[in-house]
């Protein structure tokens, strides 16, 4: 789906008109593949950004995808990225941002046995006074860590379910270290083949574990 | 595995990962992981197309609530302008031949249409319907500039 992989970058990428952003709207139409491809990516976005469903649908996802291109709110450099990829640039982005909403806006029980305090009670009130504004509160650390905790075991089971094959195992190492798929390919001198289908794998899962994070959290 | 200050976390780059290759899969490969992960095909394309028909729907009565208001705006502005020029007293025809060099003072060019027409064969409603004319016309070139 991507052009010319070794093109570089215009500088300053002329902004799309409206023609042309409707032109690849209308090219989205007609493709059911592309079509299936993006309602796929908003259908993985709300299984990794479960708490989208408070606000929204994968569909609205698209929606509002669309709309923010067609209102020129989004910077598409038509030049370098094709349409579909660029659109699922801008439903990442979306769905990061309303997950961030809600999470900050979604009231949270937190056990006050669980918090963290580093002074007995007697000495709350001379603690409090102390600590500076922009330290976090004992219930956001908790969040924090309670999310790196989780981000650890979705890892860990990832690692866990590919480890009998090593071919995949070294492909998900460098996904891990954010080393484009092209040059993961070149580095390990891998077939196309072979390497869509060790990925196909490694996303599949993603998705999979993904899936039961979500539902263990409903 | 540590992860290094300032790196993606791993489940966000696994989430990068996973978008490229559904982004740019060959396609037998896309089709095989949508059969292994129960999607319906036919249904995904539904999601897509729908969602694109009211989005394109959603814009453009959006431009249309922008059109009609700002259609809005110029109606008002023209009833102001006009409620204006109702309060000149006097000569309308002095009236206008100072309207058309303010204008000019004020480095609008005001056609010689306007500036030849002879005046005295013309009704009071006629150099006023002139006046609301070029009125407009200023207005719409002040506002141009501001923009």
Redesign the interface.
């Known amino acids: ?2 052009k010319d992989p070794e093109a570089k970058p215009d500088e300053t990428p002329a902004t799309p008109t409206e023609t042309e952003i ?1 032109s690849a ?1 209308e090219g ?2 007609r493709s ?13 976005l709300f299984v ?1 950004y479960p708490i989208l469903v408070d606000n929204m649908e ?3 996802l ?6 923010a291109v ?2 020129g709110r989004r910077d598409w450099d038509m030049a370098n990225v094709d349409f ?2 660029f659109l ?1 640039g801008v439903m ?1 982005s979306l769905a990061y941002n309303e997950a961030r909403k809600a999470h900050e806006t979604r009231p949270r029980y937190v056990r006050e046995s669980d918090l963290e305090h580093s002074e007995s009670s007697e000495d709350r009130e001379g603690f409090l006074a102390s600590v500076p504004a922009d330290t976090p509160s004992p219930e956001k650390k908790l969040i924090k860590d309670e999310q790196e905790a989780e ?1 650890d075991a ?2 860990a089971i ?1 690692q866990a379910q590919l480890s009998d094959d090593l071919d995949v195992m070294r492909v998900l190492e460098l ?4 080393v484009p ?1 092209r040059e993961i390919r070149e580095q390990l001198r891998m077939e ?1 083949k072979h390497f ?2 060790i ?2 794998r ?3 899962t ?2 999979a574990a ?1 899936k039961r994070r979500r539902n263990h959290d409903d | 595995m540590t992860i290094k200050p300032g790196k993606t976390p791993p489940p966000d780059a696994l989430l990068e990962q996973a978008l490229e290759f559904i982004a740019e899969a060959p396609k037998e490969q896309f089709l095989e992981y949508l059969k292994e992960t129960g999607e319906d095909p036919r249904e995904l394309s539904k999601m897509t197309a729908d969602a694109v028909a009211s989005a394109i729907k959603a814009f453009g009565q959006r431009q249309l609530a922008v059109a009609r208001a700002e259609q809005e705006r110029k109606l008002t502005s023209i009833e102001a302008l006009r409620a204006r020029i109702s309060t000149y007293g006097g000569n309308v025809r002095t009236a206008f031949s100072h309207m058309v060099s303010e204008a000019e003072n004020g480095g609008y060019k005001v056609s010689l249409q306007h500036r030849l027409r002879q005046l005295d064969d013309l009704s009071d409603e006629e150099i006023k319907a002139m006046m609301l004319e070029l009125l407009v016309v200023l207005q719409s070139k002040k506002d141009e500039n501001k923009s």
């Open positions: 789906m991507s409707r709207l989205l139409r059911n593949e592309q079509q299936q491809r993006v309602a796929k990516v908003a259908r993985l990794y994968p569909e609205d698209i929606h509002e995808a669309v709309v067609l209102e579909p990829m699922i990442r981000e979705l890892l990832i996904e891990l270290e954010g798929k196309d869509w289908t990925d196909r490694i996303v599949r993603f998705e993904a």
